[in-house]
């Protein structure tokens, strides 16, 4: 299984903007599907967009569409979130999880995915 690891979290105020990666390695990411998950104190972890083996396949939480953009760099093993106008609600450990997969597609649920990183706090203070 590819091991994963997280950057870019940290404290940001409302309204403001982070990009984080997912940086892999033991695997070529273009064999994996991948997801960014997040999960807040005492609440489930909850998907928050998807993404293709080619990235052309994307899918998004409702929360969040219009404010972030997932995407991948096959070539760099790197996955991102790009998210903009954050909000305090969006307060969470965040977790890149990849699956390993033959056909193309996005999946949704946290037991779909085989492999996770440590995750990364990102804190939007109002």
């Known amino acids: 299984q590819v091991q994963l690891v997280e950057s870019g979290g940290g404290l940001v105020q409302a309204g403001g903007s982070l990009r984080l990666s997912c940086a892999a390695s033991?695997?070529?990411?273009?064999?994996?599907?991948m997801g960014w998950f997040r999960q807040a104190p005492g609440k489930e972890r909850d998907i928050v967009a998807s993404?293709?083996?080619?990235?052309?396949?994307?899918y998004y939480t409702d929360s969040v569409k219009g404010r972030i953009t997932i995407s991948r760099d096959n070539a760099k093993n790197t996955m991102y979130l790009q998210m903009n106008n954050l909000k305090p609600e969006d307060t969470a450990v965040y977790y890149c999880?990849?699956?390993?997969?033959?056909?193309?597609?996005?999946?949704?649920?946290?037991?779909?995915?085989?492999?996770w990183g440590p995750g990364t706090q990102v804190t939007v203070s109002s």
């Open positions: 033991g695997g070529t990411l273009s064999s994996y599907a």
């Open positions: 993404i293709s083996r080619s990235g052309t396949g994307l």
């Open positions: 999880a990849a699956r390993r997969s033959l056909v193309g597609g996005v999946w949704y649920s946290a037991e779909d995915f085989g492999s």
